[in-house]
Antibody, heavy 115, light 106 residues
């Protein structure tokens, strides 16, 4: 099982960024997926969840209305569109597999929101 | 949203010690709780799921218990590789929440 995030980088406050997660080694279309983030020196924060067929999506209150999770089962990929970014969104973003508990994690991609 | 409160936030211990970490939920989550271990610069590692089920490959030193709103993670005999930060996570609903973490240090 491999989860590889990409798309992180430096962005100005108010800007947008799209994260991607390429997966392999398992049947992506049969697993619910998550995004989890970790601000520098801080704890883990769950960000978003999506079911196998994209029928249900949920978000942490801190990102609701600004972030959108999506997936492409044909491409075995997970995405996170992040708009109206704020300094407090600065974090390492992890792609994470898990219908319930999270059993596999990517290594993360760093998003820095700063002017 | 369900809030998860972990205690203590930091725990000082020695090799061979038995240590216990507590996680409390703001409302009942049945047994929908997981525990993770994280080392600096690394992704978290799943230790326990459904409150007390040991993930494959995880040492028997780790034991999870509890239900409803109160849960514990016990490490029976602390080993050098166990010094890390531990997190609980609820998945009672489609909205998940992590506890604030417990750093186990020497």
């Amino acid at each position: 099982v491999q989860l590889v995030e990409s798309g992180g980088g430096l962005v100005q406050p108010g800007g947008s960024l799209r994260l991607s997660c390429a997966t392999s080694g398992f049947t992506f279309s049969t697993y619910n997926m998550n995004w989890v983030r970790q601000a520098p020196g801080k704890g883990l924060e769950w960000v978003s969840f999506i079911t196998t067929n994209s029928g249900l999506k949920s978000y942490a209150s801190s990102v609701k209305g600004r972030f959108t999770i999506s997936r492409d089962n044909a491409q075995n990929s997970l995405y996170l569109q992040m708009n109206s970014l704020r300094a407090e969104d600065t974090a390492v973003y992890f792609c994470a597999r898990g219908d319930t508990a999270i059993d596999y994690w990517g290594q993360g991609t760093l998003v820095t929101v700063s002017s | 949203d369900i809030q998860m409160t972990q205690s203590p936030s930091t725990l000082s211990a020695s090799v061979g010690d038995r240590v216990t970490i507590t996680c409390r939920a703001s409302q009942s989550i049945s047994r929908w709780l997981a525990w993770y271990q994280q080392k600096p610069g690394k992704a978290p590692k799943l230790l326990i799921f459904t409150a007390s089920n040991l993930e494959s490959g995880v040492s028997l030193r780790f034991n999870g218990s509890g239900s409803g709103t109160e849960f514990t993670l016990t490490i029976s005999s602390l080993q050098p590789d166990d010094f890390a930060t531990y997190y609980c996570q609820q998945y009672n609903s489609y909205s998940r929440t992590f506890g604030g973490g417990t750093k186990v240090e020497i």
